[in-house]
């Protein structure tokens, strides 16, 4: 799947009850649950994560639901920052959190792979459905409903590791 583990823990969280499966059940080589353990992170602190994960992907998108929102993408993100002290990008960069149904990381998974090495520019056939775009400190969040698309880099391999910007 050309979306690598660091990508989805950066960029990425499951909005639908398949998209949680695909993303949070594995365990094997390869996987989001590997890549944590890899890390050192406590497997029970994994669990909550994967479990805040779960809650929020079956909530409906709306405005007295956005606080799972912003909770789910803070979580992971913060946790593998504060363990590990490796930000995903610049200090001063706001960083952006994509809530994803199956169907679109999938349509991710296969449109990367003909990017090698490039830039591109993905609009999915259907449009993201929440992105929350945090500052570094978590100061400030912002919530955008429906994003048409993303720009991102592809490293040789085929797999998403940059987001370049909201489109």
Known sequence: MPVSPDFIVKHIRPYGEAAYEKICEPRGEGSLYRW???????????????????????????????KFFIYSACLA???????????????Q???????????????????????KGEEFLFFPNKEIPVVISLE?????????????G?????????YCHHLLRIL
């Not at 992170?41 to 929020?56: E, G, N, R, Y």
């Not at 570094?136 to 048409?148: G, H, K, M």
């Open 93 to 115: 960069e706001s960083h952006s959190v994509f809530f994803m149904t199956e169907e679109l990381i999938k349509e991710l998974s296969y449109k990367s792979s003909f990017y």
């Open 36 to 66: 944590f353990i890899d890390r050192e992170i406590d497997p029970c602190l994994i669990d909550s994560v994967f479990s805040a994960w779960k809650i929020t992907a079956e909530q409906i998108i709306n405005k007295d639901n956005y």
């Open 77 to 91: 993100t913060k946790t593998a920052w504060e363990r590990k002290n490796a930000r995903p990008h610049n200090n």
């Open 150 to 158: 993303v720009s991102l880099q592809v490293d040789e391999k085929g």
């Open 136 to 148: 570094p400190d978590f100061s400030d969040v912002e919530i955008r409903l429906n994003v048409e």
